[in-house]
T-cell receptor, first 115, second 110 residues
């Protein structure tokens, strides 16, 4: 168990809908990363938050947004869903680099299926 | 999307053989991480590297942080069936962004 919790584990929704994925980082971790993994593909970096603020952005679509709350949990919002958005969405957390070793630990992912 | 170049893309080996895979980047990284992912699961951290030239072992796994800070390799010795999975490298740059490699799919035959 990595200590990173993602909910829900599975989500099936229709095209055009909006969903929210949730991530609780490991205790003490300030950084949260979101990744998208399509079938048999690598991990595509979406966005990173550090202590509530956006820190880095990858190739995240405008239909997607995220935030990190004061209790450090994070949510990834996906709207106007398309069939191609079906994928595994992973959250990872780590300490900030200035606090020493910065291994990133992953949750079990949310499998999103858009029908 | 942003990804590191990882090779080989896939490997089919016999149990007991050694395995080597590597990752290269056009950018400098401050940290290299190696992960293993089983189907439908989240990546699990295997080894973390923090200094150029660093060589670190974790059981049968050995990884090195390249001197140029633009590459890293992972070796697995005496492979066993449970080594099957997808191995990813990841590099962290000075903006704290964590970028992943394209993955190496390992298949081990008894």
């Amino acid at each position: 168990d990595s200590g990173v919790t993602q909910t829900p584990k599975h989500l099936i929704t229709a095209t055009g809908q909006r969903v929210t994925l949730r991530c609780s980082p490991r205790s003490g971790d300030l950084s949260v990363y979101w990744y998208q993994q399509s079938l048999d593909q690598g991990l595509q970096f979406l966005i990173q938050y550090y202590n509530g603020e956006e820190r880095a952005k990858g190739n995240i679509l405008e239909r997607f947004s995220a935030q990190q709350f004061p209790d450090l949990h994070s949510e990834l919002n996906l709207s106007s869903l398309e069939l191609g958005d079906s994928a595994l969405y992973f959250c990872a957390s780590s300490l900030h680099r200035d606090r020493g070793n910065t291994e990133a630990f992953f949750g079990q992912g949310t499998r999103l299926t858009v029908v | 999307g942003q990804q590191l170049n990882q090779s080989p893309q896939s490997m089919f080996i016999q149990e007991g053989e050694d395995v080597s895979m590597n990752c290269t980047s056009s950018s400098i990284f401050n940290t290299w991480l190696w992960y293993k992912q089983d189907p439908g699961e989240g990546p699990v951290l295997l080894i973390a590297l923090y200094k150029a030239g660093e060589l670190t072992s974790n059981g049968r796994l050995t990884a090195q942080f390249g001197i140029t800070r633009k590459d890293s390799f992972l070796n697995i010795s005496a492979s066993i069936p449970s080594d099957v999975g997808i191995y990813f490298c990841a590099g962290r740059d000075n903006t704290d962004k964590l970028i992943f490699g394209t993955g190496t799919r390992l298949q081990v035959f008894p």
